[in-house]
């Protein structure tokens, strides 16, 4: 009874999370918002989907492909998000109107895509 009761309550809040990374792509003003609430919210919802699916099942063999997924998930999710963001960087997407700053313009070769100057901390994260 209890183990049935835990399994909804972590597929609902998985649901949740990725009901949140839908609403993120819609509503968010550009592609570097979207990605950002995509790959965390979404990330964070099939974590707590591929935790209750194991805690319903509660095989061992299953629990163990759940948390393998799920670490192989932790593991790639960021790295994808960062080369598709970095993509959309050198293809030029565009920027929202409201952002602030663009701390990478300027320091990127056009040929090879490399970083050619260090990247400055900000202002206020500095300490002196």
């Not at 995509?38 to 163990?64: R, Y």
């Not at 790295?79 to 602030?100: D, E, F, N, Q």
């Amino acid at each position: 009874m209890f183990w049935d009761i835990l399994s909804k309550i972590l597929i609902l809040i998985g649901g949740f999370f990725m009901f949140v990374a839908a609403l993120g792509v819609l509503r968010m003003p550009d592609l570097y918002m979207r990605l950002h609430a995509n790959t965390k919210s979404a990330t964070f919802g099939i974590g707590f989907l591929l935790l209750g699916a194991a805690v319903h099942f509660g095989e061992f063999a299953i629990s163990i492909r759940a948390l393998s997924i799920l670490l192989f998930l932790f593991a790639t999710a960021p790295v994808a998000a960062h080369m598709i963001g970095r993509a959309a960087y050198i293809a030029k997407s565009p920027l929202w109107g409201g952002t602030l700053s663009d701390d990478l313009a300027g320091k990127y070769d056009k040929k090879t895509h490399e970083l050619t100057a260090e990247i400055e901390e900000p202002k206020a994260a500095k300490k002196n």
